[in-house]
């Protein structure tokens, strides 16, 4: 269990200076600068484009021209599935878990937040809380049938730009029942829709709801859901999605936080700032120039590990993906 209570009571911090946090995902990358007292001052959400060094060195550019005159980074806290390589680029204080992060961000802004849903670009959590500690979670396994990457396809397969996606659907009038379990039979039914001469609305009302019912069925796995109820990341931006939850838990209050898609990078911001307290940060300072990962195997035991390396202009600086500290060390 991870208790959350004393960070998000503390009245105060410690050092004098800004706390930086970054959550990078499969799909999207998301920094959010927090001042002394806590309050988000500056927050981003990019897409990597595959590219997540590169996105890294851009979020950072756009970070340094954010921060006022004569202020600093004092701490540094990175999450997501990208978190050891957003630590090594930046040098993190912090490197924690999604479930974590994302616990401690929300808890930040609603302490009475009981349950939160979170439903990115290729995954999809659960995280249950119970007193300011995280009791539960789950997250999807291998379908992306209840992501944002679902609604994305079928999105593009029907011309329909995502950021409209939601408010087309809600002007559905009969929403269609399409099959959620399987991104592949929620496809073949919505060209079969589509080809029997089915309103678009329609559709996209099916997949919206389709979504919700495999999330609720695959990633909440049958199991209570208490209010209130957090709803965030990039497809909470969705208004319609966020209808088809409302309808599908009647009774509960399902809220999406001021900063949706931040909760988890100011998780780790919090995280971080509790981690240096008065002491030093280790965050390496703005890095400009190429950068590039290259891979190799560990040579010190059988174990052989698969190393990580980011690599600058002046050669390597940071490795990571070992058991031990031998094949991270530089």
């Known amino acids: 269990m991870i208790d959350t209570t004393e960070l998000t009571e503390r009245p105060k911090w410690g050092p004098p200076s800004w706390s930086l946090g970054v959550d990078i995902g499969s799909v999207t990358i998301k920094f959010v600068l927090l001042d002394e007292g806590g309050k988000v001052q500056y927050d981003s959400y990019a897409r990597t484009e595959g590219s997540p060094v590169h996105a890294l060195a851009a979020g950072s550019r756009q970070v340094r021209e954010q921060l006022p005159k004569g202020s600093e980074i004092g701490a540094v806290g990175t999450t997501g599935s990208g978190r050891f390589l957003a630590g090594a680029f930046l040098g993190a204080d912090v490197v924690k878990n999604e479930i974590t992060a994302h616990a401690v961000g929300t808890?930040?802004?609603?302490?009475?937040?009981?349950?939160?849903?979170?439903?990115?670009?290729?995954?999809?959590?659960?995280?249950?809380?119970r007193d300011g500690m995280v009791r539960d979670f789950a997250m999807n396994t291998v379908c992306a049938a209840g992501t944002g990457a679902f609604l994305d396809q079928q999105a593009f397969r029907l011309s329909i730009p995502i950021d409209e996606f939601g408010p087309f659907a809600l002007t559905a009038a009969s929403p269609l029942r399409i099959a959620g379990r399987c991104s592949v039979f929620a496809e073949s039914d919505m060209i079969h829709y589509q080809q029997t001469g089915h309103e678009k609305a329609d559709i996209c009302m099916g997949l919206c709801q389709a979504l919700v019912r495999n999330y609720l069925n695959n990633v909440a796995r049958g199991k209570a859901i208490r209010g209130p109820v957090s709803f965030q990341g990039g497809v909470a931006f969705n208004r319609a999605i966020l209808k088809c939850f409302q309808d599908a838990l009647p009774g509960r209050e399902i809220v999406t936080p001021p900063h949706s898609t931040g909760c988890g990078a100011i998780g780790a911001a919090l995280l971080a700032r509790e981690a240096v307290g008065e002491g030093r940060?280790?965050?390496?300072?703005?890095?400009?120039?190429?950068?590039r990962i290259s891979q190799s195997t560990c040579p010190h035991c059988g174990n052989q590990c698969k190393i990580c390396s980011l690599n600058g202009e002046q050669g390597a600086l940071a490795r990571w993906g070992g058991r031990c500290d031998r094949g991270n060390a530089l």
């Open 281 to 291: 940060t280790k965050f390496r300072g703005w890095q400009e120039g190429d950068f």
């Open 107 to 129: 808890l930040h802004w609603r302490p009475d937040i009981a349950t939160i849903i979170e439903i990115g670009g290729q995954d999809s959590k659960i995280v249950h809380l």
